[in-house]
């Protein structure tokens, strides 16, 4: 299915402008598997209506209005553990925590160590189980928070992520990895998986990884449903590791053809994973690329990006709109949640 057309992109885009802006807090979560709390943040819907104040912007991105500390609306609401991608973190999906809480969900994010933008290193950010304990310690300390815990919807809890945060996410729902088989599709594809490639250029060795715990299930039971985003790590999975997953998921495609990364592609020309799961909702973005689930860019965005010889995080495909490919991201997410 291929989104949006103008017309969809315009209504959904009016809908966000007439919602009240969501409630905003910072948040540290205690975990027991990482030395140091972890830093995070939460959006729901909050009391009508405070003043908003732009948070988490840059000279590269725009930021986001919410009403930060503001008071949580009463009622109960479907809840969702948001996971950014690999060098990413939770600020970056502002936009679509804040889209999700304006439509009545409550949202929870985390800065995942190791494999985050300010904390990184590609070999312990390997060790990919860490993120799902982070987001399932942190559902824990939620549900146990004197204000928040009695407004979370323990039947209607779902697991959300992009890229790397796209596997964290299948992981909490019950999909189990494969190291041995992920080293044979980097032996295969080498440069052309842009994952691989930054693998290698490290120089982790997969043989240096914990397969035993690679290869373990980390599902949380509290989790009814996923939503990955250009989900990373899934090829050549067999039965075996689909067996334990949830039922209710949503698969979202960034692009296709040349503007398809072959790393996160789920469909025939990638690793086929999406027909794998035959009663998941698989959606197909375009014209889109990966990297436009990262905030909207200002102007002068992809000039700075390049003078600091950073990736071309805000050079989207010609004809693409990025603002459309959020509403329909933030659309498809909450129709899920039955918001």
């Known amino acids: 299915m291929t989104y949006a057309s103008a017309l969809t992109a315009y209504l959904l885009s ?155 996410a299948l992981s909490l729902g019950g999909l189990t990895g494969n190291v041995a088989a992920y080293a044979a599709h980097c032996a295969t594809y080498g440069a052309k998986s842009s994952h691989c490639d930054d693998i290698a250029k490290a120089g982790v060795s997969f043989a240096d990884l914990d397969a035993a715990l690679w290869d373990a299930s980390y599902k949380d039971p509290r989790i009814s449903m996923v939503a990955a985003i250009d989900p990373a790590l899934h090829w050549n999975l067999g039965d075996s590791h689909l067996s334990g997953l949830v039922s209710d998921v949503q698969l979202i495609a960034l692009g296709e053809g040349e503007d398809r990364l072959f790393a996160t592609d789920f469909g025939p020309e990638g690793s086929g994973f999406g027909a794998q799961l035959p009663d998941a909702t698989l959606r197909t973005l375009a014209p889109a690329s990966h990297f436009m689930a990262l905030p909207l860019c200002k102007p002068k965005g992809a000039m700075i990006l390049e003078e600091e010889n ?25 129709t899920q949640l039955g918001l």
């Open 14 to 168: 009016a809908t966000a402008l007439l919602a009240d802006p969501a409630g905003y807090a910072l948040k540290t979560f205690n975990t027991p598997h990482q030395d140091d709390p972890i830093e995070g943040a939460i959006w729901y819907p909050a009391t009508p209506k405070g003043a908003a104040q732009v948070v988490n912007q840059n000279p590269v991105f725009y930021g986001v209005p919410v009403q930060q500390d503001a008071a949580p609306a009463s009622g109960q609401r479907p809840t969702v553990l948001l996971s950014h991608g690999m060098g990413g973190n939770y600020k970056s999906l502002t936009w679509l925590g804040a889209g999700l809480a304006e439509r009545g969900a409550i949202v929870v994010a985390v800065n995942h160590p190791a494999s985050s933008t300010w904390d990184f290193d590609i070999r312990d950010g390997m060790n990919h189980w860490t993120r799902a304990q982070d987001l399932s310690a942190a559902l824990d300390q939620m549900l146990a928070d004197p204000t928040m815990g009695d407004l979370i919807d323990p039947q209607a809890i779902m697991a959300a992520g992009f890229s790397y945060g796209g596997w964290t």
């Open 310 to 334: 950073d990736d071309p995080v805000c050079t989207d495909p010609v004809g693409a709109d990025r603002a459309a490919v959020h509403a329909a991201i933030i659309d498809g997410l909450a």
